[in-house]
């Protein structure tokens, strides 16, 4: 027992919630697990024990395994910056910001850092869960591929299967796969999956029977819909939805096209008293928000520009004239102040742009991104907050006389002279329970008392045991190698 590979029939399939389950639930057999994901693409990112960067899911499949994440777990990630292109992260290090077209000539170099990563984990553990991106359907893009089969192949991992019924066709889906991708690619497969189903799983007992006969491939399971899932970290902005209305507080919170890292509002849309709102193209800010939030951004002039078009520097602007906070965290924090300078083009093109000139601070971005978890301390309650940096670019200004937090010493963030307005680098903040609670306070929010660790733990163990119940578990861990 080593490894299996979960492949899908295309993206947001369910295969990254489906191994974290599985992880967790190897985990509990005492089995020591790792995750593994090849290559992945997100704006969603997580800061590593070891100092780099890899997708969120792969860190929460990290800590269903009961493990610090680590940058082997995600070797190679790209994080979209354009419709065009993204930055290339190698083994947690940026490697270079490349075009769609460059990039499938780069990636045949990245299989080496792929397999060394995969064989570092697969020494050091029982057995490494394996995910794979987007679809080995797309043929397209099977040369030189590092993401599916051409990883499944050169690392000979068997695979699982994913269809996800919810969009319907789950049936071609699967059957399709097959038909179009390669003889000895559809040799790698062991077995299928059919996930998000809704209802009766027996409904579907005819059709299950007959992706098996037409494929040969042994069925694993019909997994119902997990209604626990908006618990856990989404590694899609396309996943991120407004909580339901509870009658509390509304927070609003704005759907940049390049948001990043926007599981820092979890623990928020988990309030019992907060109502979060997610803002989207097109919207306007509710005008009876008590706090808008302008998280953040993997190209800050880019969302600045989108920002601008929605209308929604009007709409913060008669925010703020109401009495309203607002809060900007990382490139959301860049924009609040009065201009962001990209002198050497590192997110685009050269240049600069206006900020929204409601703090009195400006960014200069620059080649040297900061990755670090930090421990701070809220200046205004002297609290521990804990987080992590993820950006590049420096902000300075008056505004940074008032700090939000302090880190070994040092300022950190800016507060408006008002107090209504407060920009930090800071992620992960409201992770942070007491902060939490404490935040809320000062805007009139009663805070639940809620444990967001044990949130967490608590849906990831839930998962488990959907997993165990719907998945025949043994049978795939026996057919890894």
Not at 63 to 83: F, R
Not at 126 to 140: F, R
Request: glycine share 12%; net charge negative; charged share 20%.
């Amino acid at each position: 027992m080593t490894a299996v590979m979960i492949q899908g029939c295309g993206s947001n399939v369910g295969k990254s919630m489906l191994v974290a389950g599985l992880c967790r639930a190897a985990r509990r057999r005492g089995l020591r697990v790792a995750p593994f994901k090849p290559q992945n693409m997100s704006n969603n990112a997580a800061v590593t024990a070891d100092g780099g960067e890899i997708g969120r899911a792969q860190a929460l499949q990290a800590l269903a395994c009961g493990l610090a994440p680590i940058t082997d777990m995600n070797p190679v990630l790209l994080k979209p910056e354009s419709e065009r292109g993204a930055q290339v992260i190698v083994q947690g290090k940026r490697l270079t910001t490349a075009m769609a077209r460059d990039y499938a000539r780069l990636k045949p170099q990245l299989m080496g850092a792929v397999l060394d990563s995969f064989q570092r984990l697969r020494a050091a553990h029982d057995l490494v869960i394996v995910e794979g991106a987007g679809s080995p359907a797309e043929v397209n893009l099977r040369p030189g591929d590092i993401a599916n089969m051409g990883f499944a192949r050169a690392a000979d991992v068997p695979v699982v299967l994913v269809g996800d019924i919810d969009r319907g066709g789950v049936i071609a889906q699967l059957i399709g796969t097959q038909a179009v991708i390669d003889a000895d690619d559809a040799a790698m497969v062991v077995g299928f999956l059919i996930n998000k189903f809704r209802g009766d799983p027996q409904l579907f007992d005819d059709g299950y029977q007959l992706i098996s006969q037409r494929t040969g491939w042994r069925g694993f399971g019909v997994v119902p819909w997990f209604d626990r899932a908006h618990l856990l970290p989404a590694e899609d902005a396309l996943d991120l939805a407004s909580g339901p209305s509870g009658g509390g507080t509304k927070i609003a919170c704005l759907a940049f096209s390049r948001i990043a890292n926007f599981d820092d509002l979890d623990p928020l849309a988990a309030e019992e008293n907060v109502d979060l709102v997610i803002v989207r193209a097109g919207e306007a800010i509710p005008g009876d928000a008590r706090l808008v939030i302008l998280p953040g951004s993997k190209s800050t002039r880019g969302d600045l520009a989108f920002l601008r078009a929605q209308g929604w520097d009007i709409d913060l602007q008669a925010h703020i004239r109401r009495g309203g906070h607002v809060l900007g965290i990382c490139g959301g924090y860049q924009m609040l102040g009065q201009v962001v300078r990209d002198p050497e083009g590192i997110e685009g093109e050269a240049g600069d742009t206006a900020g929204l000139g409601i703090l009195d601070v400006e960014t200069t971005m620059s080649p040297d991104k900061r990755l670090t978890r930090v421990a701070a301390q809220h200046v205004a309650t002297g609290l521990e907050v804990m987080g992590y940096e993820i950006h590049i670019g420096r902000t300075i200004g008056p505004d940074r006389a008032r700090p939000f937090a302090t880190v070994n010493g040092e300022s950190e963030g800016a507060i408006s002279a008002n107090g209504q307005i407060t920009g930090t680098y800071l992620h992960g903040l409201f992770a942070s329970d007491m902060f939490r609670a404490q935040f809320l306070a000062s805007l009139d929010i009663a805070a639940s008392g809620m444990v967001h660790g044990a949130v967490i733990e608590q849906a990831l163990d839930a998962l488990a045991d959907h997993v165990e119940a719907h998945i025949d578990v043994a049978g795939i861990l026996a057919l890894s190698r």
